[in-house]
């Protein structure tokens, strides 16, 4: 190739990618509004709240942060907000032990974050950050109480033999520890009946059979 060659392919080369350049940036910033929502008063005093209490430390949000608590970005689609709350405002008195602190938040300065927080849940991340993978041995047949566990996603709070979240116990012997399959129906539909307090959600839209069928499950993890 000669000189004069040489140079306009990299003129030209150089000339082309720039255009194309261009060309993505302005289709990325016409797509930018689409992927979050509106960013109201109340979430942008609950993203101050997030600062000054340096949450961010502990967890991360959209990839950034400390790894030492859960990831929050889409935290709101995994937990009731009601529970968000209370766990937030006292983590020890949701969950005895915990390792997340008490930091004084008040119940205003919770739903201020709260309301930050269903907004990064609303944000467009292309499925950032990836989901646990909360079920294995999908070819396995399931068993109906199995099932129930799996579309409820109770797995997101309890975990069984090492899989799962972490907010309510460990289900791994619940059988032992809770051998009437009564409590655990009374339990399922309404958690506050049986323990004051709890903050487990009821899952008041199951029929008797289901919470049977659940109830069932659950007894057999000895
Ligand atoms: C010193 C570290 C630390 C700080 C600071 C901290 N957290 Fe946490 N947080 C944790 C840990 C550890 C957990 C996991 C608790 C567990 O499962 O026992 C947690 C759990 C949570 C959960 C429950 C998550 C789930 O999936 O159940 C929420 C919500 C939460 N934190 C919000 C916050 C917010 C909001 C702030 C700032 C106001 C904050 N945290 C500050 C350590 C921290
Ligand atoms: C948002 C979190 C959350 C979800 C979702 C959740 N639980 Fe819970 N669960 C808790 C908490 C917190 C406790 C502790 C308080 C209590 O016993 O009610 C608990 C307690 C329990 C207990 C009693 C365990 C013991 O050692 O005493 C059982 C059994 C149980 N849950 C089963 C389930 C099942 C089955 C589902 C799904 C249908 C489910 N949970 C969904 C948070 C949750």
Redesign the pocket.
């Known amino acids: 190739m000669s000189n004069n060659a040489a140079k306009n392919l990299f003129i030209y080369g150089s000339l082309l990618c720039f255009v194309v350049l261009i060309i993505l940036t302005v289709d990325t910033m016409g797509t930018l509004k689409d992927r979050a929502p509106e960013i109201t008063e109340k979430v942008d005093l609950g993203k101050q709240?997030?600062h000054k209490?340096?949450?961010i430390?502990?967890?991360t949000i959209f990839g950034n942060g400390s790894y030492?608590?859960?990831d929050?970005t889409k935290?709101t689609e995994?937990?009731p907000l009601d529970y968000?709350k209370k766990?937030?405002m006292n983590?020890r008195a949701v969950?005895p032990?915990?390792?997340?602190?008490v930091?004084g938040?008040s119940a205003e300065e919770a739903d201020n974050?709260i309301a930050f927080?269903v907004w990064t849940s609303k944000v467009d991340t292309n499925g950032w950050p990836p989901k646990p993978i909360l079920a294995l041995g999908g070819n396995k047949k399931e068993s109906a109480g199995e099932a129930l566990f799996r579309k409820n996603d109770c797995a997101?709070?309890h975990q069984i033999n090492g899989m799962g979240?972490?907010?309510g116990p460990d289900l791994t012997h619940v059988g032992s520890k809770r051998p009437d399959i009564n409590w655990h129906m009374r339990h399922l539909k309404n958690p506050q009946s049986v323990v004051p307090d709890s903050a487990m959600p009821p899952f008041e839209d199951l029929t008797e059979d289901e919470l049977a069928d659940l109830a069932g499950y659950l007894i057999e993890f000895k």
């Open positions: 709240v997030w209490y340096d949450c430390g502990c967890h030492f608590a859960p929050m935290v995994r937990k968000l766990f937030i983590p969950k032990g915990t390792a997340m602190p930091l938040i974050l927080l997101a709070c979240g972490t907010a």
